[in-house]
T-cell receptor
Framework: DQQVKQNSPSLSVQEGRISILNCDYT??????FLWYKKYPAEGPTFLIS?????DKNEDGRFTVFLNKSAKHLSLHIVPSQPGDSAVYFC??????????FGGGTRLMVKP | KAGVTQTPRYLIKTRGQQVTLSCSPI?????VSWYQQTPGQGLQFLFE???????NKGNFPGRFSGRQFSNSRSEMNVSTLELGDSALYLC????????????FGQGTRLTVV
């Protein structure tokens, strides 16, 4: 039973436009969410996080939105750049420092 | 500040053998977690160590074990290797407390033949 889901395995966006990556979760006990960017054969790189007491967190070109009632979060990247092309994972913080990851979305930003 | 360091980066082992992977966390980080990434199962939590004690454990067989030393460095061990254990093994370190980010190492690519 997947507690964190990223329903879009891939997304293609033109350079300069907005990229929107989505994530849904089922466990209402999750109270902290993170987004990671990953290149093949490397470890995930932390991008941005959000606590369940907030509905938005912004860091430069990256904004994460949380809709707690819908158990949905999204990552917006504006403007998208070719260097943003990677696999993006959302993760939810569980007991201790345990993270439950979604399946990932491959983002391709075309020049 | 140095990041999370995992050694070795690549390993090839034969079925039935055992393997030990090493992780040095970011200085000051006392929580170390291990994850397995495979194409079919994605990123899955193995276990977390804090103060030399296993604090959380994922749904993996007992062949997967770990430990943490007093300097927070951690090792994970897989015994009686199976072909399905071929994966990227990732270590993450965190500060201890509420709402902390996990920082990952580059991983160890294990291939079982």
């Amino acid at each position: 039973d997947q507690q964190v889901k990223q329903n879009s395995p891939s997304l293609s966006v033109q350079e300069g436009r907005i990229s929107i990556l989505n994530c849904d979760y089922t466990n209402s006990m999750f109270d902290y969410f993170l987004w990671y960017k990953k290149y093949p054969a490397e470890g995930p790189t932390f991008l941005i996080s959000i606590s369940s007491i907030k509905d938005k967190n912004e860091d430069g070109r990256f904004t994460v939105f949380l809709n707690k009632s819908a158990k949905h979060l999204s990552l917006h990247i504006v403007p998208s750049q070719p260097g943003d092309s990677a696999v993006y994972f959302c993760a939810a913080h569980g007991a201790g420092n345990m993270l439950t990851f979604g399946g990932g979305t491959r983002l391709m930003v075309k020049p | 500040k140095a990041g999370v360091t995992q050694t070795p980066r690549y390993l090839i082992k034969t079925r039935g053998q055992q393997v030990t992977l090493s992780c040095s966390p970011i200085s000051g980080h006392r929580s170390v977690s291990w994850y397995q990434q495979t194409p079919g199962q994605g990123l899955q939590f193995l276990f977390e160590y804090f103060s030399e004690t296993q604090r959380n454990k994922g749904n993996f067989p007992g062949r997967f074990s770990g430990r943490q030393f007093s300097n927070s460095r951690s090792e994970m061990n897989v015994s009686t290797l199976e072909l399905g254990d071929s994966a990227l093994y990732l270590c993450a370190s965190s500060l201890v407390g509420l709402n902390t980010e996990a920082f990952f190492g580059q991983g160890t690519r294990l291939t079982v033949v």
